[in-house]
């Protein structure tokens, strides 16, 4: 267990529909960071949060926002989903917004769009 | 545009060896690299970094070597053993400014210890 616990594990549904990935932090982390792991790609940097507020965004969707709660969790909300989006979707914590000694990653939420 | 480059998909070893995972990347504002090892059904997990201003860090087993001149990062294992058997991922890290920070990943190379 990493500390880092994303609900749910698995999430199956349509086109069309919207859904909400959480993350809860490992304890003391400040900073959560989304990402996306399609079939084909490697994991892509999606958004950062940083106590509370938006510190980077890297390739998300306009159909794709996030925030983090006072209680430093986060929230990943997927809207109008495609086919395309189905992959997993990892949430990642550290203590300050630096990488330099790595994130701390959840086990993710496996997303099919049918 | 893939900034970082993972281009064997695959790598066999025989236990006791070494193995050498390689990575290229393009993007010269990367200050920092790391690499990070995935299990399957399971989250990355970190497992060395290198500042841009070393050619080399070690840690146990693992060593990792950068040539910033050749943009070449590789990651040492030896010797190798059977619970190396993963998904490694190289990532890179460009310092954007106040406290802002996204990692950039390859696509990984899957290792598989031989016994």
Do not use: D, F
């Given at each position: 267990d990493s500390g880092v616990t994303q609900t749910p594990k698995h999430l199956i549904t349509a086109t069309g529909q919207r859904v909400t990935l959480r993350c809860s932090p490992r304890s003391g982390d400040l900073s959560v960071y989304w990402y996306q792991q399609s079939l084909d790609q490697g994991l892509q940097f999606l958004i950062q949060y940083y106590n509370g507020e938006e510190r980077a965004k890297g390739?998300?969707?306009?159909?794709f926002s996030a925030q983090q709660f006072p209680d430093l969790h986060s929230e990943l909300n997927l809207s109008s989903l495609e086919l395309g989006d189905s992959a997993l979707y990892f949430c990642a914590s550290s203590v300050s917004g630096t990488t330099n000694y790595g994130y701390t990653f959840g086990s993710g939420t496996r997303l099919t769009v049918v | 545009d893939q900034q970082v480059k993972q281009n064997s998909p695959s790598l066999s070893v025989q236990e006791g060896r070494i193995s050498i995972l390689n990575c290229d990347y393009t993007n010269s504002m990367f200050d920092y690299f790391l690499w990070y090892k995935k299990y399957p059904a399971e989250g990355p997990t970190f497992l060395i970094s290198i500042s841009s201003i070393k050619d080399k860090n070690e840690d146990g087993r693992f060593t990792v070597f950068l040539n910033k001149s050749a943009k070449h990062l590789s990651l040492h294992i030896v010797p190798s053993q059977p619970g190396d058997s993963a998904v490694y991922f190289c990532a890179a890290s460009a310092n954007l400014g106040g406290g802002a920070d996204g990692l950039t990943f390859g696509k990984g190379t899957h290792l598989i210890i031989q016994p």
């Open positions: 390739n998300i969707l306009e159909r | -």
